[in-house]
């Protein structure tokens, strides 16, 4: 069974920084498309950031509204993927989920609460 656990979340101000980290139980993460979604309060789940499959240098595809600010990795070795999220404001605070599509299946973790007040 896919197993996923987003760590990282909190409060923030507006303008700080966080980087939150998705720890999979996948045997060999670079097979599969790799993506990190949200869900305001209120709103649909939305996707942030994602990276195809397959190994070598995979180029992450982003959000038009954090381009330039958010930062999608993952490390095959460590089997895990992150979030660098920079400069972010009130209207982000959101549950953030890890995601990860095995054989046509969609796989989620719990999500992680980043809240960004003043």
């Known amino acids: 069974q896919v197993q996923l656990v987003e760590s990282g979340g909190g409060l923030v101000q507006p303008g700080d920084s966080l980087r939150l980290s998705c720890t999979t139980s996948?045997?060999?993460?670079?097979?599969?498309?790799l993506a990190w979604y949200r869900q305001a309060p209120g709103k649909e789940r939305e996707l942030v950031a994602s990276i195809p499959k397959g190994d070598g240098v995979k180029f992450p595809t982003y959000v038009d509204s954090v381009k330039g600010r958010f930062t999608m990795s993952k490390d095959n070795a460590k089997k895990m993927m992150f979030l660098e999220m920079n400069s972010l404001n009130p209207e982000e605070t959101a549950v953030y989920y890890c995601?990860?599509?095995?054989?046509?299946?969609?796989?989620w973790g719990p999500g992680t609460q980043v809240t960004v007040s003043s």
């Open positions: 995601n990860a599509e095995v054989n046509g299946r969609q796989y």
């Open positions: 996948l045997t060999f993460i670079s097979i599969y498309p």
